[in-house]
């Protein structure tokens, strides 16, 4: 005989899985009715909930999981930190594992976590993640997950994010308003979210201050790295002798600008200003220091950590889960790599 | 009653806990009368291993814990990076805690992971860590425990270690065969041995080159950060007016040195020749790039884990754990903070 799953269920019924994992759990937004007949219906097929689900009753592993895309990142680091201070505190353990930005990874660390009976799981997106399956099915089966970072909106869960929007519109205003009329951005890869959303701060912040939009401006680092900042610089002011700024999407990407530009004895800010973004360690190290927007990591991880205690805590005392969504403020760190704002 | 430990057979037979728990696991160390009065009293007294030594009988959880310093150094990152995708490939997962350089918190972080029940741990002794008695009676009741990076003689396990000493005369060594004379380091706190290794290959290369040792040359770094490398040059300048040659503990610090020179307008190799230490990222990308010598990171992590696998494989085929010294080399990158070798 085959396994009753949430699926089953929901198959003979003709509702989402999710529903169905709602009314098991008695939610306050679905329908009495639907519940009485989801209920019933496991009662009849004998549905037990899978292992993790029963060992959060019987008060948990206390032990977390972690996935990152990437752990190098000193952006990721510092989330871990967060994190891992954040779980010490309430007595919890984290595994930390990481996807290598990859769809395939992401699935497979995931089956591992589930597998070994852990109470939670904070994710950050794998950059090549664009279906969600693998990690709704894990949510409407009873795992608590709190995505950080790298989101989709198609995954019902509470959420820490940042305005990437308004961050890359602020740091593009900061170039304008120190008096630049020409500036390039250096994007991301295409897929993740993060890539449309600093790339549509950066257009808004143009239409604002009336500078036509150009798309030659627009440049691509496929892997986000010093080197790809530093080879895309000569190509930049080629293309634009005019040029006087530069917005790059991630601070690595800005310190290759800054040093292909000192290589090509262009002086920055003098002739052109560049912004970063994340504020990484050695943006105070570089020469001159780099203005970037400050993404703050640690407390990320923190507030990841808290929605998820705080839906360990729901579970254990039979409320409802929520899907709340933090979103930490960011703001730009003034560094020599800007003018200073013209009144 | 009292629970019968490896201590109370210790002390009842006048030995240590480590021969009893090498005389119980039948070690051929251990001489054999020794090994029959430690296994008839046990067996007298009806001892039972504690609960992760059995755990590990019956085929072990499949995590292993990995406590390092402090998460956010790129190093330590590199290394959990390459203990990660280690387990990876043997289907283990890892937990990550961190001591944040404190001896009581290593104490708590260890007494956490052993209360899991997990299969091991990787260790890196924080700065503070003076005392053992932790350590060694984890692992004499019969954890496998491997450490790397920051160890101690005083504690009988497996380790990953790089040669401080070696790679430590082969960075001063370079600053001499590049024409420095006047050569001051950087130290870091008084306690880790690597702190003492370094110091020593320093003054055994200016021996090996007869140039007389001068303390005042020796400078320390409380903190090991950027701002400790700024502030300790202008110093170092003042004090010795004819310097050409710093070697500093750790990256960070060598980068604070840069900066500060640059700042003083004394040119770098020219004037004065900096050499650091681990190869951090962003040794590529300072101005000029760093010269340092590669601590091999990633390569450190994998070993550690390569060596646990080997002791968890031994203890569930009933042979010896081993306590194997993999040294790890070093080598030095050569960048343009020093100048080129004199022939």
Same mark, same amino acid.
């Given at each position: 005989?085959?396994?009753?799953?949430?699926?089953?269920?929901?198959?003979?019924?003709?509702?989402?899985?999710?529903?169905?994992?709602?009314?098991?759990?008695?939610?306050?937004?679905?329908?009495?009715?639907?519940?009485?007949?989801?209920?019933?219906?496991?009662?009849?097929?004998?549905?037990? %909930?899978?292992?993790?689900?029963?060992?959060?009753?019987?008060?948990?592993?206390?032990?977390?999981?972690?996935?990152?895309?990437?752990?190098?990142?000193?952006?990721?680091?510092?989330?871990?930190?967060?994190?891992?201070?954040?779980?010490?505190?309430?007595?919890?353990?984290?595994?930390?594992?990481?996807?290598?930005?990859?769809?395939?990874?992401?699935?497979?660390?995931?089956?591992?976590?589930?597998?070994?009976?852990?109470?939670?799981?904070?994710?950050?997106?794998?950059?090549?993640?664009?279906?969600?399956?693998?990690?709704?099915?894990?949510?409407?089966?009873?795992? %608590?997950?709190?995505?950080?970072?790298?989101?989709?909106?198609?995954?019902?869960?509470?959420?820490?994010?940042?305005?990437?929007?308004?961050?890359?519109?602020?740091?593009?205003?900061?170039?304008?308003?120190?008096?630049?009329?020409?500036?390039?951005?250096?994007?991301?890869?295409?897929?993740?979210?993060?890539?449309?959303?600093?790339?549509?701060?950066?257009?808004?912040?143009?239409?604002?201050?009336?500078?036509?939009?150009?798309?030659?401006?627009?440049?691509?680092?496929?892997?986000?790295?010093?080197?790809?900042?530093?080879?895309?610089?000569?190509?930049?002011?080629?293309?634009?002798?005019?040029?006087?700024?530069?917005?790059?999407?991630?601070? %690595?990407?800005?310190?290759?600008?800054?040093?292909?530009?000192?290589?090509?004895?262009?002086?920055?800010?003098?002739?052109?200003?560049?912004?970063?973004?994340?504020?990484?360690?050695?943006?105070?190290?570089?020469?001159?220091?780099?203005?970037?927007?400050?993404?703050?990591?640690?407390?990320?991880?923190?507030?990841?950590?808290?929605?998820?205690?705080?839906?360990?805590?729901?579970?254990?005392?039979?409320?409802?889960?929520?899907?709340?969504?933090?979103?930490? %403020?960011?703001?730009?760190?003034?560094?020599?790599?800007?003018?200073?704002?013209?009144?």
């Amino acid at each position: 005989m085959a396994k009753v799953t949430l699926k089953v269920i929901a198959n003979t019924l003709g509702l989402s899985t999710s529903t169905v994992s709602k009314a098991l759990k008695n939610y306050s937004d679905i329908n009495p009715e639907t519940k009485l007949r989801v209920q019933k219906l496991a009662k009849d097929l004998n549905y037990t %909930p899978n292992a993790f689900a029963q060992s959060l009753k019987s008060k948990g592993s206390k032990i977390i999981g972690l996935l990152v895309p990437d752990l190098v990142h000193h952006f990721f680091s510092s989330i871990i930190n967060g994190v891992i201070n954040e779980a010490e505190k309430h007595g919890y353990l984290v595994i930390v594992l990481q996807s290598y930005e990859s769809y395939e990874d992401e699935k497979k660390q995931l089956k591992l976590l589930v597998d070994k009976n852990i109470d939670g799981i904070l994710l950050s997106l794998s950059d090549k993640t664009i279906k969600y399956d693998h990690i709704n099915s894990i949510i409407s089966e009873g795992m %608590p997950v709190v995505l950080f970072d790298k989101v989709s909106q198609l995954i019902d869960c509470p959420k820490v994010i940042i305005d990437d929007r308004k961050a890359a519109f602020d740091a593009t205003e900061h170039l304008i308003k120190t008096g630049c009329k020409t500036i390039a951005h250096i994007t991301g890869p295409l897929k993740p979210k993060t890539t449309i959303d600093r790339y549509m701060g950066y257009k808004k912040a143009l239409e604002k201050y009336n500078i036509p939009f150009d798309k030659s401006l627009i440049y691509t680092s496929e892997n986000l790295s010093y080197e790809d900042g530093y080879n895309l610089t000569s190509k930049i002011i080629n293309d634009h002798p005019k040029l006087d700024g530069i917005f790059a999407f991630i601070d %690595p990407v800005a310190i290759g600008v800054l040093n292909s530009l000192r290589d090509m004895k262009i002086k920055v800010p003098k002739q052109v200003s560049v912004i970063g973004f994340s504020n990484w360690f050695m943006c105070k190290t570089t020469s001159p220091t780099l203005t970037t927007v400050n993404q703050p990591a640690y407390e990320i991880g923190e507030r990841a950590f808290q929605l998820l205690f705080e839906n360990l805590n729901n579970i254990e005392q039979g409320k409802a889960i929520t899907s709340k969504i933090v979103e930490v %403020p960011t703001n730009i760190v003034f560094r020599n790599s800007t003018k200073k704002i013209i009144d």
